[in-house]
């Protein structure tokens, strides 16, 4: 399984970035993926998943500012960041998991996911 996160980049406050992540490897059939992100000197923090239904979950964080979602058929995940925040500045990272789960309504977890992605920088500055 390989995952390509792109889109990364450096914006002003309260700007807008789209982070896409490409998969490859694997065949998703009952898949479910999600975005990290990991700040200087911080632990990785869990932000959105998205399941095999369709069902989204979000962080508190970036609840009603970020928007996970994917085109199937491409097998890539999106990452819609509004409003960015110079806190929302970190390497943001894809991840996933192939296998049905009941969706959960919670942040996710690193042990959530078996499947990483290299990252991408995303600065926000003031």
């Known amino acids: 399984v390989q995952l390509v996160e792109s889109g990364g980049d450096s914006v002003q406050s309260g700007g807008s970035l789209r982070l896409s992540c490409v998969a490859s490897?694997?065949?998703?059939?009952?898949?479910?993926m999600g975005w990290f992100r990991q700040a200087p000197g911080k632990e990785r923090e869990g932000l959105a998943a998205?399941?095999?239904?369709?069902?989204?979950t979000y962080a508190d964080s970036v609840k009603g500012r970020f928007t996970i979602s994917q085109d199937n058929a491409k097998k890539i995940l999106y990452l819609q960041m509004d409003s960015l925040k110079p806190e929302d500045t970190a390497v943001y990272y894809c991840?996933?998991?192939?296998?049905?789960?009941?969706?959960?309504?919670?942040?996710?977890?690193?042990?959530?996911?078996?499947?990483w992605g290299q990252g991408t920088q995303v600065t926000v500055s003031s």
């Open positions: 991840a996933t998991r192939e296998g049905y789960t009941t969706p959960w309504h919670r942040a996710p977890r690193i042990n959530d996911f078996d499947f």
């Open positions: 490897g694997y065949a998703c059939s009952n898949c479910y």
């Open positions: 998205i399941f095999s239904d369709g069902t989204t």
